[in-house]
């Protein structure tokens, strides 16, 4: 399967009390956290390329650039879009979205790498 531009996928959580910015120690308010927000944009851009990449290869993170501009309270769902805007090799752009309601909770865009996985993790240990 080929990894081609216009690729998308969606997640979405309830925001949980261990999603706030109290919580994982990113602010002192118990609304959704900066770093549980970005999670979940990265998430959606591992979904919509998984089924694109052999069992040797993912993708890894490489860069981020997030606007987190509306709060988000416990109760809340939240849904993250990635939409793959560009291919470069083994670069990959996505452009993010996070909604709440329609409102929009954040956006920007988060930069992958696909990667052999075997010897990314040999890498690591050494």
């Known amino acids: 399967m080929a990894i081609t531009e216009g690729l998308r996928a969606t997640t979405g959580i309830r925001v949980h009390e261990q999603d706030t910015a109290e919580a994982m ?10 770093p549980r927000v970005l999670a ?12 694109h990449l052999d069992e040797e290869r993912t993708t890894v993170g490489t860069d981020v650039s ?3 501009s509306a709060a988000t309270p416990v ?3 939240v849904q993250a879009e990635a939409t793959l805007r ?3 090799g083994k670069h990959l752009l996505f452009d993010v ?3 709440h309601n329609e409102r929009t909770v954040a956006q920007g865009t988060v930069a992958r790498a696909v ?12």
């Open 86 to 88: 560009s291919v470069d």
């Open 97 to 99: 979205t996070v909604t």
């Open 40 to 51: 979940l944009a990265e998430a959606a851009t591992v979904a919509a390329v998984a089924e």
């Open 66 to 68: 997030l606007t987190h």
């Open 25 to 34: 120690g990113s602010g002192d308010v118990p609304v959704l956290a900066t």
């Open 75 to 77: 109760g809340a769902r």
């Open 115 to 126: 990667v052999n996985r075997r010897r990314f993790l040999a890498a690591a240990t050494e």
